[in-house]
């Protein structure tokens, strides 16, 4: 209980708050002409004694119930049960929610009125083993549960030591999905944001090749607004999974994608529902 209370007494410390709103100030503009869509990568991102626990508490693979991803587009595990993880991940996962943290995203995108999933669906921890990937896509777009459009993303990498050739570099593509136009090594308090949009298209495709037993750790919490620009607006959609230029890998064809996108636009967003709901309850 104790280092629960230190841990957060210092992610609401001065020291912490002040330097959020000295980033975002500061970024805020350069942020939304990032190319290839709105983003920021901050290294040192919190004082590293604080993120020391969540490493030492990081589950390992099969230490708890991991959601398991193994097919073509993507190999990892996900946690997202909050309720269930050690204390100091659990309390810091909190603090990703906490109105210091919406205050900083609000400033530093310039998006309003920024909404945390208490559930964290699809976010938490993700971990990823050597041969693991995940293809390169732009993200669901729309959380069922609360009825939001997801606008944004915040990455957090927990991996020290964590060398270059070991890959795992998250991948920034371009709209047209001809360029990777930045990859970002997955380093210790490296925390990754951006705007999630249908083509704010990223993964991190290629295997892992780190040493077996070590893992690529990442924190990931996402934040949504009751409706979006008129521009970004489409209709409800999963993750759409992409074909890079030269990859051999067995991904969702084009051709697939395009009668999923057909059938969107002309079955009534009621019967879409109710397939979600069913779907969702039964998964």
């Known amino acids: 209980m104790f280092q629960a209370s230190r ?3 210092g992610l609401l410390s001065d020291e912490v708050t002040t330097r959020l709103k000295e980033i975002a100030y500061a970024s805020n503009e350069q942020y939304q002409f990032t190319k290839p869509f709105p983003h920021i990568i901050i290294d040192d991102f919190l004082p590293a004694e604080l993120l020391e626990p969540l490493l030492d508490q990081f589950p390992k693979p099969g230490q708890v119930t991991w959601r398991e991803f193994d097919n073509d587009n993507e190999k990892k595990l996900e946690f997202s049960k909050a309720e269930s993880m050690p204390t100091g991940i659990r309390d810091f996962l909190y603090f990703l929610n906490c109105p210091v943290m919406l205050e900083f995203l609000e400033r530093l995108t310039g998006i309003d009125a920024l909404i945390p999933d208490p559930y964290f669906g699809g976010g938490g921890l993700h971990e990823i083993e050597r ?3 995940l293809e390169v896509h732009a993200d669901f777009n729309w959380l069922d549960k609360l009825r939001l459009d997801r606008r944004l993303n915040l990455l957090l990498y927990l991996n020290k030591d964590w060398r270059e050739e070991y890959g795992g570099h998250l991948e920034l593509w371009s709209r047209d999905m001809t360029e990777c136009v930045k990859k970002v090594l997955p380093i210790f308090n490296r925390c990754v944001i951006f705007n999630t949009t249908d083509y704010a298209f990223h993964g991190h495709p290629l295997p892992l090749t780190c040493p077996t037993g070590q893992t690529r750790k990442s924190i990931a ?4 607004t009751n409706g979006r620009p008129e521009e970004e607006k489409s209709s409800p959609h999963s993750t759409l999974f992409q074909r ?7 991904n969702q064809s084009n051709g697939v994608r395009m009668v999923k996108s057909v059938v969107r636009s002309i079955v009534p967003p009621i019967i879409l529902d109710g397939y979600r ?7």
């Open 7 to 9: 841990m957060i007494d």
């Open 131 to 133: 041969g693991g990937k």
């Open 221 to 224: 919490t996402y934040y949504y």
């Open 244 to 250: 890079r230029t030269g990859a051999t890998s067995d």
């Open 277 to 283: 709901f069913v779907r969702d309850r039964w998964q």
